[in-house]
């Protein structure tokens, strides 16, 4: 973890707040959602009897299956949904962090 710094305090010190790499978290969180998208359309792909796709098809907008169209939208929305998720949560722990912490 390249963004997170563990100290040792004294008992005399006071507590640093924690503090979350905005940019960092909603990368993550962009990449992860992307590859859960991706892993799920390939298993509706093999075993579309499964029907685990279909979250994927309600949940994003204008997705209708399997073609290049849906996947490259699909794709899209997963990164501008996880790095808005990542970007908030992020930016909220960071406030709540240095305001209660």
């Known amino acids: 973890m390249a963004n997170v710094t563990l ?3 004294s008992e005399g010190s006071p507590a ?3 503090h979350v790499s905005v940019p960092v ?6 990449v992860f ?14 075993a579309p009897e499964w029907g685990l796709h279909r979250p994927w098809l309600q949940f994003y907008l204008g997705l209708t299956g399997f ?14 949904f996880g790095a808005y998720a990542g970007a908030s949560i992020g ?5 709540i962090s240095r305001r209660f912490g």
């Open 7 to 9: 100290h040792a305090h």
């Open 16 to 18: 640093t707040p924690a």
């Open 25 to 30: 978290l909603g990368t993550t969180l962009a």
């Open 33 to 46: 959602a992307t590859i859960s998208f991706l892993l799920c359309m390939l298993l509706g792909f093999i």
């Open 67 to 80: 073609d290049l169209r849906s996947l490259a939208l699909g794709v899209l929305q997963s990164i501008v």
């Open 91 to 95: 930016a909220i722990f960071n406030v």
